[in-house]
């Protein structure tokens, strides 16, 4: 009965990649993520100008609730990409955008898994009395780390909070990259890939424009530029082949 439901669920996400769209599965995980990430950013930015008080412990609060949920969603949309097959749109076109695209995608996972992660170590370090849990409903405990001097402690909260900055100046630098480029593929390239993902933007029809001429033009003058700084090596040849 469940691994027929299963099977359901994934021959139905199948039918929209088939279409070059996302799922509505993976599209609430995307909207819903993309809507705390900015959030959490914003609130984090606030809170930490915030004087110590009864206000500043209630935004810490909020944040750390906020965190779980980024962390559980993070988990199922991780899972559900396991799983569900994704849409091959004109982002999967071989070149240097697409591979840079696929590198930009890693690291926003490794940004969304880090922050929570490292905010959930920085509490189990230094707020045992925190309690944390999942919609205020589902407890959610801290790490084992009650055994651990106080050096090692310290010295823990320490790592995670570099690590915790590290990551928000990495996803401030990412995420207008991010947004640039789908509305370079909607705007210039004229594409499905943001339609895939916000199915309620109309795919546009192709037709030459002015921004598309001078965005290759431009294309075609970086990439020039790129082979005179960094030429290819040349292939050695065989001295076996000449003897022969």
Same mark, same amino acid.
């Given at each position: ?27 609430? $995980? ?8 900015? $959030? ?67 690291? $926003?996972?490794?940004?969304? $898994? ?13 707020? !045992? ?34 690590? +915790? ?39 546009? +029809? ?6 598309? !001429? ?12 790129? !082979? ?17």
């Amino acid at each position: 009965m469940i691994d027929r439901l299963f099977l359901s669920v994934l021959e139905w996400a199948a039918g929209h990649a088939d279409e070059g769209r996302y799922s509505p599965v993976a599209i609430v $995980f995307h909207w819903v993520m993309a809507v705390l990430v900015v $959030f959490q950013l914003g609130w984090g930015w606030w809170m930490g100008r915030l004087p110590v008080g009864g206000d500043k412990v209630a935004a810490y609060e909020l944040h750390y609730a906020v965190g779980v949920v980024m962390l559980a969603l993070i988990i199922g949309r991780s899972a559900w990409r396991a799983f569900a097959p994704e849409p091959i749109n004109d982002a999967d076109k071989p070149g240097w955008e697409s591979t840079a695209a696929h590198i930009a995608h890693y690291v $926003f996972y490794a940004c969304l $898994f880090g922050l929570p992660l490292s905010g959930w170590l920085m509490v189990s370090a230094s707020a !045992r009395e925190t309690d944390l849990s999942l919609l205020a409903k589902i407890p959610w405990p801290l790490l084992p780390l009650q055994d651990l001097p106080n050096t090692r402690l310290w010295g823990l909260e320490a790592l995670a909070e570099w690590t +915790h900055w590290g990551l928000v100046v990495s996803l401030l630098l990412l995420i207008p990259i991010h947004v640039v480029g789908a509305l370079k593929h909607q705007v210039i390239e004229q594409d499905d890939v943001l339609h895939g993902m916000a199915p309620i933007i109309p795919k546009p +029809h192709r037709r030459p424009t002015a921004w598309r !001429r001078r965005y290759r033009a431009v294309e075609k003058r970086t990439l020039r530029l790129a !082979r005179r700084l960094w030429p290819r090596p040349r292939a050695r040849s065989n001295p076996r082949r000449r003897r022969a």
